[in-house]
């Protein structure tokens, strides 16, 4: 249970901290943190919580994350199931805390039919710059694929762990950089889920694609390393 909560409390903070920059701190003129900023605020989200908890759980906050490590061989298929609905269900309460504390405004509203609304992932007419679907679905793939890469390759028994974290959440944040504009940056489908299910309208009819692309590039991306870079490690 321990575990358990901690992916919860993990993933929590990173929908609030992440998604919660993008919808509070993004666009104030002048002094907004703009997409740098977005991109900086998730990397840190997993960087703080891969120090504070992810000695408990291994700091998944990711359901892609948790797939591409079984089949990564680092960790075990049972658990699997129960860490996604932790995951899940830590997005969807950050989600739901944000959306409170948005009420708060007087202009607050979410228009669902544009890009962005309410920190949510899209693809065609929202995606933040138009992005296609084929376009959107190979960004999330390949950025996912190598986020595993990264992952795997800095927790592994002949790395420094010290320093996991941190690659980790640099990592993140360059794949923001590279696209928020494409799909406001999912490869993360417990993120995608929770912001798409409070913006609604067509962002829910588009979330298979940040379930389908995330998984699928986790585990090319686990196949890879395992079996062209690093070596199998069997989950403890």
Known sequence: ??????????????????????????????????????????????????YAVGPISGGHFNPAVSVGLTVGGRFPLKDL????????????????????????????????????????????????????????FLAEFILTALFLIIILGATAASSNGKFAGLAIGL?????????????????NPARSTSQAIIAGGAYVNQLWMFWAAPILGAIAGALIYTYLIGKRETAQ
Request: hydrophobic content about 55%.
């Open 1 to 50: 249970m321990k575990k358990l909560f901690a992916e919860f409390f993990g993933t929590f903070w990173l929908v609030f901290g992440g998604c919660g920059s993008a919808i509070f701190a993004a666009g104030i003129p002048s002094l907004g943190i703009g997409f740098a900023g977005v991109a900086l605020a998730f990397g840190l989200t997993v960087l703080t919580m891969a």
């Open 81 to 136: 199931i129960p860490y996604i609905v932790s995951q899940c269900l830590g997005a969807m309460l950050a989600a739901s805390a944000l959306y409170m504390i948005a009420l708060g405004h007087a202009d607050f509203a979410i228009d669902n039919t544009k890009p962005g609304a309410f920190a949510a992932n899209g693809y065609g007419a929202l995606s933040p710059n138009g992005y296609a679907l084929a376009s959107a």
């Open 171 to 187: 990592g993140l944040t360059l794949i923001h950089l590279i696209s928020i504009p494409i799909t406001n940056t999912s490869v």
